[in-house]
């Protein structure tokens, strides 16, 4: 099971394979639970306000692509290399 750390919003936050591979390794673990119905083993917040993260993740997520993007033009998209 993860552990949170929970991070002041002006620390510096090391986001190296590591940490990617975390935030990756948690949504997974969301995506199992709502599979199988047992969100409410996984996580004490309502489904209705999980979905509400999900879709402001994915909203960041699809900004922070195109300013990645728009800042290295010459960059290809690679598949992400997972530990696991």
Not at 6 to 23: C, G, I, K, Q, Y
Not at 40 to 50: D, G, K
Request: charged letters at 20%; hydrophobic letters at 40%.
């Amino acid at each position: 099971m993860m552990t949170q750390t929970h991070t002041p919003h002006n620390a510096p936050l090391a986001m190296d394979r590591a940490w990617f591979e975390s935030v990756y390794q948690a949504l997974d673990q969301l995506h199992d639970h709502a599979c199988a119905g047992s969100l409410n083993a996984l996580s004490p917040v309502r489904p209705a306000e999980i979905v509400g993260w999900l879709e402001e993740f994915i909203y960041t997520a699809q900004e922070t692509i195109l300013e990645i993007r728009a800042h290295h033009p010459g960059e290809t998209v690679t598949k992400a290399e997972r530990f696991s």
